[in-house]
DNA sequence: AAGATAACTGTACCGAAGTACAGGTGGAAC
DNA sequence: GTTCCACCTGTACTTCGGTACAGTTATCTT
């Protein structure tokens, strides 16, 4: 990799010890005294001050530097802090107290076009969708599952994520045939018409009705 | 870095020269061949065929292979497609044909905990992100009904509870052909394929594909 | 050995769902 | 008046979902 100029972006213009392990050839810089320099940096590190929202200082940033990539250095992480930086175009957010080889690694994943989304917001990202893609982890609660057979039930929940019969098929490595029989199956052991109707239960909005 | 291993799923199975070319030790992996292996991959790629969802196909290979990091290469990639994956908790998403120096650029974002994500499309998850979670319940609830009109709301709310076309029909005192009017608008507007994902979104399990 | 159960496959049929044509009405806005 | 939009309807077509026949194979029980 090309030699990164990495600067840092605070209120006082300091250069953290930290910041300067990480980056030897680090230098830092006023918010009010930044301007264009010659080269340009290619990592701007920005540490946000607890009173400012994020997307008007990078706004201004950027006007005074042009459009960099910014990494967020938060003294208080938080995860709608993380958002609205992610909003705001960051490429990275993460806390001022960081370790050096943490830093580091940040810029490695920044450098190569990535984003550094931290550990919680992503878990939280990730978790979040799960809930959504995933329906249940816990179906174990569910009375749905407790006479289908275990095919039946993977069948049922790909339904209750809007898979169709082919895509089923595919996912299972049978015959679209078979997918219908098991779809039957769960029909009549639910006791309901359509696979709609299935979907609404195994996501817990509805009941099954034993016929 | 500690020796990564890369798997390759796609439909065949096969993997294509760029990938060798980028990872030698790549193995390859039909969807249904695929089974917990030890040691366990470190990264998985997963070729999406054009005909199939992401979510399901991606639940599908957790529930075989457990919850590894997944990056989902596509061979028509466009923005709505890769918002899906990430909402899927897919860690990056590429072009199936990307150059192997592009893929290990990938592979070591990923490998260092960020995502890869494209440059234009990074707004658009944030906004999705913040759409899921974090902002008031009640928003990302009703945000489905944003563009809908009234009559197209009422024959959502009824697919969301499972009524038929001939139902909605009946309870509406209109034909059943104008249901299927509304129901295509409705289609379309929440940008999915079918009544089943209608009542997914309305129901909350699952947040609208912009068209 | 006989029976039960789960899983799988094939051909065929019917109705529901969804789409593509092609319209007609009433109200609100310009 | 004209234009736009929500709402409504009809015919015709394709695809998908679900069911009804009729089987095979493997495993486990009695």
Redesign the pocket.
């Known amino acids: 990799m090309k030699q990164a100029r990495h600067c840092f972006l605070s209120e006082s213009g300091e250069v953290l010890a930290r910041w300067q392990e990480a980056f030897p050839k680090a230098v830092g810089m006023r918010f009010t005294e930044a301007a264009q320099s010659r080269p340009a940096p290619t990592l701007l590190w920005v540490r946000l001050p607890q009173d400012r929202a994020v997307a008007p200082l990078l706004a201004e940033i950027r006007r005074r530097l042009g459009n960099l990539p910014c990494v967020v250095l938060s003294d208080l992480p938080d995860d709608n802090q993380a958002l609205e930086s992610f909003s705001a175009a960051a490429k990275g957010y993460c806390n001022t107290h960081a370790a050096a080889a943490f830093l580091r690694q940040v810029a490695e994943v920044v450098g190569q076009g990535g984003l550094w989304i931290g550990e919680s917001l992503m878990t939280r990202l990730v978790e979040a969708t799960a809930r959504i893609e995933s329906p249940p982890p816990m179906e174990s609660s569910d009375s749905w599952a407790a006479h289908l057979?275990?095919?039946?039930q993977e069948v049922a929940r790909a339904i209750a994520e809007g898979a169709?019969?082919?895509e089923i098929a595919r996912g299972?490595g049978?015959?679209e045939?078979?997918v219908?029989?098991?779809?039957?199956a769960v029909?009549e052991k639910l006791g309901v018409?359509?696979?709609l109707q299935i979907a609404l239960i195994v996501n817990g909005i509805r009941q099954s009705q034993p016929a």
Chains 1, 2 share one sequence.
């Open positions: 057979t275990p095919r039946e169709s019969n082919k299972l049978i015959t045939r078979t219908k029989l098991h779809v039957g029909l018409r359509d696979r």
